[in-house]
């Protein structure tokens, strides 16, 4: 794996030790809520609040730029700055909170040792918040946040959604309670830690012997936008058998020794996308065959018609996993298209 490679995944920069000892001790926890130097990100429907006055204008780098794009800053608020109705909410009405870690590469606005929380808000928390609130995608903004925005949102943003989906117990259906700040939830009748998950995802970017690459078309996509193939790893198998596997179902491709080159999480809703690099099979015809189920188009790219500035193909975003094995194949940044 290339150290380089790593760095220059958007959503694998952090910035923050997650201090695990600290989750389990609940006065200290609310000692750290309670100090002057603790900060908090607020979440509504998956998006962040942005800092005020910032009113960044976020691009995936899917179609065409926006006229202006400012550098986006997510809020990270001092808890006892938050609105009354925030503060005071209790019992089911109260939004989850999170405990995230201590900023560990600090700045003059949030120093090294910080300590970082999020709130969960639903409809009726977020709309108590005073006007204007501007809220952020994490797609949409990734690459232009620092390592620490980047970091903490992602992090708030994978656990704010399995805190979603797990208010109840998978093994019996009661309901569950919320310890180790946020970090893990007991089912109330059988006394069992239920922990957070991650689905392993597999993509791949996948070279002839021409050195092409092989892009699908999703059905879930506009008709001219291409990115790798990709897919989740099943129960007992490795990433590289998954890899194999998941490339001969969507594409007929047979690809021989997937070599890793790097991960990064995607919490859309609870994924790790785990990248690798792959040649096709000397011993298999290179023909391809989509799947017509989640892929409908597949095509072999040159470097001269990715970087063709007469091109329509909508490549992945600035902050996917995708975009940067892409480029690193490419062998540098892909060419933005010309504004319409």
């Not at 620092?146 to 093994?171: I, Q, S």
């Not at 897919?231 to 590289?240: C, R, T």
């Amino acid at each position: 794996m290339s150290r380089a490679f790593q760095a220059s995944l958007p959503l694998a920069r952090h910035g923050v030790d997650r201090d695990h000892a600290t989750r389990s001790d609940p006065a200290a926890l609310e000692a750290l809520w309670a100090s002057a130097e603790a900060r908090v990100l607020l979440l509504h429907r998956g998006r962040a609040l942005a800092a005020s006055g910032a009113n960044p204008v976020g691009w995936d780098g899917f179609g065409t730029a926006p006229e202006v794009t400012v550098r986006p800053v997510i809020a990270l608020t001092e808890p006892s700055l938050l609105p009354d109705a925030l503060r005071s909410a209790e019992g089911d009405s109260a939004p989850v909170r999170l405990y995230l870690g201590r900023v560990t590469s600090g700045s003059a606005e949030l120093p090294a040792g910080s300590p970082l929380f999020a709130l969960a808000l639903d409809d009726l928390l977020a709309e108590s918040y005073p006007e204007p609130a501007e809220w952020l995608d994490l797609r949409m903004v990734a690459a232009d946040l620092d390592d620490v925005g980047a970091g903490v949102f992602t992090e708030a943003l994978a656990m704010a959604n399995w805190h979603a989906t797990h208010r109840f117990c998978p093994r019996c259906g009661s309901s569950t309670t919320i310890e180790a700040g946020g970090w893990v939830r007991r089912c109330t009748k059988e006394n069992v830690e239920l922990f957070p998950r991650t689905d392993a995802a597999v993509i791949v970017g996948i070279v002839d012997a021409d050195d092409r690459l092989l892009l699908g078309s999703n059905a879930l996509w506009e008709n001219n936008r291409f990115s790798l193939l990709a897919g989740f790893v099943e129960p007992g198998e490795s990433l590289e058998s998954a890899a194999v596997r998941e490339i001969g179902e969507e594409s007929g491709v047979v690809i021989d020794d997937p070599e890793y080159v790097g991960s990064q999480p995607w919490p859309f809703p609870a994924s790790l996308m785990v990248g690798f690099m792959a040649r096709v099979s000397p011993d298999h015809a290179a023909e391809l065959r989509p799947d017509g189920d989640e892929i409908l188009e597949l095509r072999w790219f040159t470097r001269e018609e990715i970087a063709d500035p007469r091109s329509d193909v909508l490549l992945p975003g600035r902050s996917s996993i995708a975009r940067a094995i892409v480029e690193r194949w490419f062998g540098g940044p892909l060419p933005e298209r010309e504004r319409a």
